[in-house]
């Protein structure tokens, strides 16, 4: 098996043993135990356990910004305009939440457990592979000027934590994951932001 095989299946039994017992309790032996690996091999690739864990979350990160890199995203005059390239951008972010369930899982616990690192980090990806993400949201506030009225991080906050909550809900199968559902839990991320226009 190439490196980087190695490497893949061990982030992938990181974030596996995270999804199902949390961020307290994680150890890199549990890794090497359930991957089938020496403990030197995983220290030699990644060298501490912040550093995989961090290789963990950066890989979903990109794998969610590359959700959005054939959108074609112009400059937006309405709010139906500024709607519906929010609810397309939307419902790609939720469906592959759903569908990476155990990655999904690992993202949120590294994203409350590092949550500083994490804003730190939002700079740079917002430049990268967020960034039509982040255009579509400035559109809309110029548009509504809500960044002038609220704290930007609170906005990102609700949008997408509040959308991890609903993707766990799914994932973990309390409520079903149908379009019907995804499109009800849209109603209501979109119904608070309208509160601030």
Known sequence: MKQK????????????IIAKN????FAMKQVTTKAGVSEA??????????KLLKKCYDT??????????DMQVTMLQSQPGVH?????????????????????LFYFEYRTAFEREVREDG??????????????????DQMYHVFQRMNNQLF??????????????????NIPATAENF?????????GIGGLI
């Not at 949390?22 to 309790?25: K, Q, T, Y």
């Not at 906050?157 to 199968?173: K, N, P, S, V």
């Open 84 to 104: 519906g390239l929010a609810h397309e951008m939307w419902m790609r972010y939720i469906q592959f939440l759903v569908k990476n369930d155990f990655r999904t």
């Open 123 to 140: 700079d740079e990806a917002a430049k990268t592979y967020f960034k039509k993400f982040v255009f579509i949201f400035q559109q809309f």
């Open 183 to 191: 499109e009800l839990a849209w109603k209501l991320i979109w119904g």
């Open 22 to 25: 949390g961020m307290n309790s």
């Open 156 to 173: 990102w906050t609700y949008i997408l934590d509040g959308t991890g909550l609903f993707a766990r809900r799914f994932i973990c199968q």
């Open 60 to 69: 979903v990160n990109q794998q969610i910004g590359s959700l959005f890199e």
């Open 41 to 50: 091999l995983i220290y030699k690739y990644f060298g501490t356990k912040e």
């Open 5 to 16: 095989d190695r490497e893949a299946c061990l982030m992938e039994a990181a974030m596996e």
